[in-house]
């Protein structure tokens, strides 16, 4: 969190301060005194919430997860007994009966590593093959609540967050299938943990119209292991599915930020900030070598807090995605539509418009809170974290954003439950969804995207 912003009471200051890496959008002061000034977008009528007292499920029968097995080398080794060196009558039966034992050992090996075989070859094809799913996943039931009125929608699966990786195809499927039915783009955070490939297979095993930009998250301090470690499971990814449904691939999520956070530094054209750069242009640039070598073209771009976005790391890639939100700017709900859209124009299209290469540039989050863990944190100083205020903010944001052709993923999918376990305050109150994937009691705009 910016140390610019305008000051917050105690409890607010002590959140911030412990903001994880998704949420900390820094500097918003700048804009503090253009709140509500020639701002185009204005509020929409109001609309009646509507209660889902059920969760929402849409796969026919049961759908359990496939397995995606890893497996080791396994060698044993077969030693004499003893016995067998015995020059006595009965050695004879002794091995009869000891061969018998060798062969049904080499029977069950063989079976095990025709099974080893077998799986790895399963689990590296595409899904529509697999008959552990059963039903027809692109035969679903639509909820006429919900409407494709978002540009895009941010989306972190259940499960994947490294190393206690547990994502199951299904509940991918069951999200792709919803998100479907919100917008036609998503975006992700990170490869780890099968991310790439359990999306694009999801997309496939359910025909739906949906591109997805995939990602890698590196760390700055790591001889580039995160990095390393994901671009593998995205090569393996587009491999296995293709690129029909990739719209591009971003690199990096508030790594300058971090790198400023973590080396003391403030401004991410500094000679910390272009320290930074230098790794995050590394990982760009091997990335685009990688996709080169594949024979993929693909757009190149990355992610970054509102106005920690590096010129030389800008120039250097397609697009740009800038988190961009009014809670953390203590904007209040009635201007925070207006806030954002001016924020977002003011700042990142305005910096991209300045570089040689003019990349595209889009809100990669916005939203508001629903919840809070504690008191001390359900308001970030003139408005509070309620549904009634998402609802005002989707009224007042997406069909206006539409409208004028701002591009935005909505912050976000789902509530993620780690996150209220791990922060705590609003962060994992995101979602229009509850985390059980119930429709929190909102009203979705209806208007195209």
Known sequence: MSRDLATPSSDLQDYYDHVPPAHRISNYSTLS????QHIPLQAAASSSAVNLAEPYSDIPGALPARTRPHFGDRRGEF????????????????KWVL????????VIVVAIVLGVVLSRKSSSSSSSSD?????????FTKDSRLKQSFWGIAYTPEGTLYPDCGAKLSDVVTDIQLLSQLTTRIRVYGADCNTTALVLDAIQLTKVNMTVYIANYPESDDNGEAYDRQKSAIQSAIQTFGVDHIAGV???NEFILDYLDDNGGTDPNSAVGNAGAEILLGFINDTRSMLSDMSVSLKIGNADAGSYFNDMVLE??????ANVHPWFANVSIDQAA?????FFETTDVALAKSLSNDPEMSIAETGWPTNSTNAGNESNGPSTASEANLQTFLNTFVCQANANGTEYFFFEYFDETWKTEKYGGVEGYWGLFYSNRTLKNIEIPDCSS
Do not use: C, F
Not at 33 to 36: C, P, R
Not at 131 to 139: F, K, R, V
Not at 316 to 321: E, F, P, S
């Open 33 to 36: 005194g253009q709140q509500g």
């Open 250 to 252: 971003t690199v990096g």
């Open 338 to 342: 207006g806030w954002t859209w001016n």
């Open 316 to 321: 250097d890639v397609d697009y740009g995605m």
């Open 99 to 106: 061969g018998g034992l060798i062969a049904l050992v080499v």
């Open 131 to 139: 008959d552990s799913i059963s039903g027809d996943p692109s035969q």
């Open 79 to 94: 030693v004499d007994s003893p016995y067998v060196e015995e020059k006595s009558r009965s050695s004879g039966r002794k």
